[in-house]
């Protein structure tokens, strides 16, 4: 046929190096025959001498990205030299195509950016069907084999001055890795398979210069980041910080609550009516079915064993010994209180309502953590009965309210006071909680005082399940750890 458009020609993988004999347009796709330009010989590869003569030429077939929507065949002709050096090992060579194919390579240099981008980003075979659908047939194998090559960037010379770590879950409270990230750059840099104080100090003497590190609460970066980077400082993560305290209110709500059911059904306090009673006595006969399942498993005894002698079902033994604590159960809400409570108005001495005797613990914590102003009706309501319960609720509010008044304010001259009185307080699980702060405590003085937190890597926790979601649990650390670091093109040979 005759001369081939520009637009043809301006189509191939690198015009500059290529020269477009012939297109040819089939069923199956578009043909492309081309051949290196015509220039000097290359030197040779094996001892750099340049005396060479002409030897042959082969053919090597390439698939190109899709044209107008149909695959594309790059059918090359690459010429083959003789090396005149006697003393050369190398005989023969042939000379190679940079910015068009990789050495021995069956796809262009694009397409396999394009089959590693795609693989980066939807998988193997979710990556195989789309690039199916624009006329790039390849198997799910050879994206993934794209995605986990190596780019051939070189990043020895970046040092990582703010360091993120944090744990990532292979399955939850079973098996655990290690995340990385630099928070300056924003960016993960590395992903361990394992979550131990070794690992860590051994990948921090690998990479020197890292002034910070912001962790968990864990002991395990603790004790790996003084041996691995002695000079860095160490801060506790805000979040950590404020989940854990949390969850111990929410302890201490649980205990101030049982207490309070308790002196109910002993008339200590004034008796609520019948039907309040009859579902305390109701809690009170479970409560020590629960506690007769743990002293039995202590024990020894089997689940059919203990569901036989206490006449429950296996399964219900099963999940009381997997509960870490005593399962509540749910209460009908009630309409017409929650309405007098939204108003904020007391229920009257002569009302027939029901006294409340069980909130949800992660609710109430929530709540005593909210500022006043902050508080919506319905809220406050929910509150006050809270306290008209528990009176002790109060002393809890002002404990948890000054301890995020510090983080909020950087006053970290007042943590050890706050420690102080917390550890004193009469809630057990607070005051385990200011302990372990003092055993932390310039960590925790630096998480109040600096900028830097682990919220970066919490997103980027996120990010790692759902790409460990995507791939089922079939693939591999390798793949795993090359779709959550920063995608990287090839390098050009």
Request: contains cysteine; proline residues 6%; glycine residues 8%.
């Amino acid at each position: 046929m005759g001369q081939a458009p520009d637009v043809v020609r301006l189509a191939l993988p690198a015009p500059t190096l290529l020269v477009l004999e012939s297109p040819e347009w089939a069923a199956t796709g578009v043909a492309m025959r081309v051949h290196g330009r015509s220039g000097r010989r290359p030197p040779c590869p094996g001892c750099g001498c340049s005396s060479v003569s002409r030897h042959g030429h082969y053919e090597r077939l390439l698939t190109d990205v899709p044209w107008l929507g149909s695959g594309v065949k790059l059918h090359l002709k690459v010429r083959r030299f003789r090396c005149e050096n006697a003393k050369c090992p190398r005989r023969t060579f042939a000379e190679q195509m940079p910015g068009v194919a990789a050495p021995w390579g069956r796809a262009t240099l694009r397409l396999s950016q394009l089959m590693r981008r795609v693989g980066y980003a939807a998988g193997g075979r979710g990556g195989s069907r789309l690039l199916g659908d624009f006329g790039v047939v390849k198997s799910d194998d050879t994206i993934l084999r794209r995605v986990t090559a190596p780019s051939g960037l070189d990043h020895t010379d970046e040092r990582v001055r703010v360091l993120g770590v944090d744990d990532w879950a292979w399955r939850k409270q079973q098996h655990y890795g290690t995340i990385l990230m630099d928070l300056e750059r924003r960016r993960v840099i590395d992903l361990l398979p394992v979550r131990s104080a070794g690992s860590f100090y051994k990948w921090l003497l690998n990479h020197p210069g890292v002034e910070v590190i912001t962790r968990d609460r864990s002991k395990l970066y603790a004790d790996g980041a003084p041996f691995g980077a002695p000079r860095a400082v160490q801060v506790t993560d805000r979040y950590h910080l404020l989940t854990n305290l949390s969850r111990a209110v929410e302890n201490d709500v649980r205990r101030l609550e049982l207490q309070a059911s308790l002196d109910l059904s002993k008339g200590l306090r004034p008796s609520p009516p019948s039907r309040e009673s009859r579902r305390l006595r109701c809690r009170q006969a479970r409560y020590e079915r629960y506690l007769a399942v743990l002293e039995l498993t202590r024990r020894g005894e089997t689940q059919l064993e203990i569901a036989a002698k206490l006449g429950l079902a296996a399964n219900t033994v099963a999940t009381w010994q997997h509960a870490g604590e005593f399962p509540e159960r749910r209460i009908r809400c009630d309409r017409r209180r929650d309405q007098v409570e939204a108003a904020g108005g007391e229920v009257t001495a002569g009302s027939t309502q029901p006294v409340a005797t069980h909130f949800a613990p992660p609710r109430v914590a929530a709540l005593l953590a909210k500022a006043p102003r902050q508080l919506k009706a319905a809220q406050r309501g929910y509150l006050w009965t809270f306290f008209r319960l528990c009176p002790l609720g109060r002393q809890l509010r002002r404990l948890i309210l000054g301890f995020r008044a510090l983080l909020r304010w950087r006053r970290a001259i007042h943590l050890a006071k706050w420690i102080d009185t917390a550890s004193a307080a009469v809630f057990p699980s607070i005051a385990q909680y200011a302990r372990t702060l003092r055993h932390d405590i310039r960590a925790v003085e630096l998480a109040i005082t600096t900028p830097w937190s682990n919220g970066p890597i919490e997103g980027q926790i996120n990010r790692l399940k759902a790409i460990k979601r995507q791939m089922y649990g079939r693939a591999g650390f390798e793949l795993l750890k090359a779709r959550v670091l920063p995608f990287e093109p090839f390098q050009a040979a």
